[in-house]
């Protein structure tokens, strides 16, 4: 069985100071990741994608994520937040089979003025 | 816009009633899936269809079924409805796990 864990429900950080979003992971073939970003009333847009090629993957909107195999995580990173990045994000995984994506229970990101 | 097109957009409905969610993915797309997304449940995965057939079935209850017609769109038929249905649903389309999927806005039910 494959599992994402994302720590923290919450995170508050400053208008321009750096994001991290943490995700780990269990799977037990390689893993496909992701990590969506869904705003109010709205669905889910794909920011960013690891699929076993370079390990530092840059999304959209000036995040980026870091696969380590050994830690078994997928932390989502912006080096200067913005107002716009409040949202909720979501980390997500495959096998590259079939049986659809699974998603951590999302981070939700709050930008203080 | 995603390219992923899902209706109705609302949909308020009573309980024991049948309803069916629209979905037409991006062009090109053969793969639909269908998630529900609720607050204490988060986002699960119900089914997916590859080019009309079923493909893989997740946290699916007995009372929905999906199928996909020669055109691609899907549906997703939810009956015998209970208060705790009521969630967004998802619809996602995808060319190739590679490329990840892309999300329709969702269709809103409430079961009242």
């Known amino acids: 069985a494959q599992s994402v864990t994302q720590l923290g429900s919450h995170v508050s950080v400053s208008e321009g100071a750096l994001v991290l979003l943490r995700c780990n992971y269990s799977?037990?073939?390689?893993?496909?990741l992701f990590w969506y970003v869904q705003y109010p009333n709205q669905g889910l847009q794909l920011l960013l994608k690891?699929?076993?090629?370079?390990?530092l993957v840059k999304g959209i909107n000036g995040f980026e994520a870091e696969f380590k195999k050994s830690e078994t995580s997928f932390h989502l990173t912006k080096p200067s937040a913005h107002m716009s990045d409040a949202a909720e994000y979501f980390c997500?995984?495959?096998?590259?089979?079939?049986?659809?994506?699974?998603f951590g229970k999302g981070t939700h990101l709050i930008i203080q003025p | 816009d995603s390219g992923v097109t899902q209706t109705p957009k609302h949909l308020i409905t009573a309980t024991g009633q049948r309803v069916t969610l629209r979905c037409s993915p991006r062009s090109g797309d053969l793969s639909v899936y269908w998630y529900q997304q609720s607050l204490d449940q988060g986002l699960q995965f119900l089914i997916q269809?590859?080019?009309?057939?079923?493909?893989a079935k997740g946290n699916i209850l007995e009372r929905f079924s999906a199928q996909q017609f020669p055109d691609l769109h899907s549906e997703l038929n939810l009956s015998s409805l209970e208060l705790g249905d009521s969630a967004l649903y998802f619809c996602?389309?995808?060319?190739?796990?590679?490329?990840?999927?892309?999300f329709g806005s969702g269709t809103r039910l409430t079961v009242v």
């Open positions: 690891y699929t076993s090629a370079a390990t």
């Open positions: 996602a389309s995808s060319p190739d796990i590679n490329y990840g999927y892309t």
């Open positions: 269809y590859y080019n009309g057939e079923e493909r």
């Open positions: 799977s037990s073939v390689p893993p496909y």
């Open positions: 997500a995984l495959s096998g590259g089979g079939a049986d659809g994506l699974t």
